[in-house]
């Protein structure tokens, strides 16, 4: 068996549309009905709602009522206050705390309309949306449509909340040194976690490394080589974030000393740095 794609636009409702049609089903006890705009994006194939009309009416719980001479005064001031009659293409009703679904009285209304085409949907107090497309010409047709709601957001928010973070939040960075990554058998995931800048360490090692000098050149560093010492130290130990003039007889025998010491999988230097 083949099946036909269907490719039906969706009903897009934009979050204020969302927001004001939603106050509008909680506003009434039973149910309440209104018209709407549409405009059609080609691309997207989206039918996106654009404006919501509340018109005259009586509500009861399980039905709602547009008078017809409500709906001729609407359509008048419509067209007089540079209404696009072409966009008047959405018919709203809420079924107040019941499901939505199409009664009788509803595909009775939509058979009723006289347009080329509309959108009529269904909405409840439980956030529940039901969509139909009505498409009269060249042949009638009731093509149900997805009903797909913008999230909420707020853009000028969205700008107070950036510039604010951006004022009071400092995001750390750790340099390469600073952070120590260990296997964590627990939860079977590697841990990253800051590593204090040690002092007494430093100085150790600075201590070692002139004990050598001393060892292998038989008399004390210059003050210029113990300088290249403490910078020695200090670029192993990550502050100048590279590694590159430290011999490499020591780093080797430093991170022998590591991969014992912490008992993680020795993998190589970026991965258990975590950058
Ligand atoms: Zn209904």
Known sequence: MTTTPVSAPSLILPFDI????????????????GLG????????????????????????????ELKPEALQQ?????????????????????????????????????????????????ANKKREYLARLEIREPFPMTLPITVLVEPYYDEALAGQIAAEVKEKVKEKVYPISHVQRHWDFATNQWILEEK??????????VQELVKDFVEKNGRNPTKKERKEIRQRVKNWSGN?????????????????????????????DASWCGI
């Not at 969302?18 to 009905?33: A, F, P």
């Not at 705009?37 to 709602?49: A, D, G």
């Not at 709203?92 to 009529?120: I, L, Q, R, Y």
């Open 18 to 33: 969302k927001n004001r049609l939603d106050l509008y089903v909680d506003s009434v006890s039973g149910e309440i009905s």
């Open 37 to 64: 705009e549409i405009s059609y994006y080609p691309k997207e194939n989206w039918l996106c709602v654009s404006q919501l009309h509340l018109i005259e009416q009586e509500s009861s719980g399980t039905e709602t």
């Open 74 to 122: 609407f359509l008048a001031a419509y067209l007089t206050g540079k209404g696009d009659p072409i966009k008047l293409r959405f018919h709203w009703h809420s079924h107040g705390n019941m499901g939505v679904f199409w009664s009788a009285t509803d595909a009775k209304f939509c058979a009723g309309w006289n347009a080329p085409w509309f959108v009529a949907l269904v």
């Open 196 to 205: 204090k800048p040690d002092r007494d360490a430093f100085d150790i090692e």
């Open 240 to 268: 100048g974030e590279t590694r590159g003039n430290v011999d490499q007889e020591w780093v080797d025998a430093m991170e022998r000393e590591f991969k014992t010491e912490r008992g993680y999988p020795y993998e190589d």
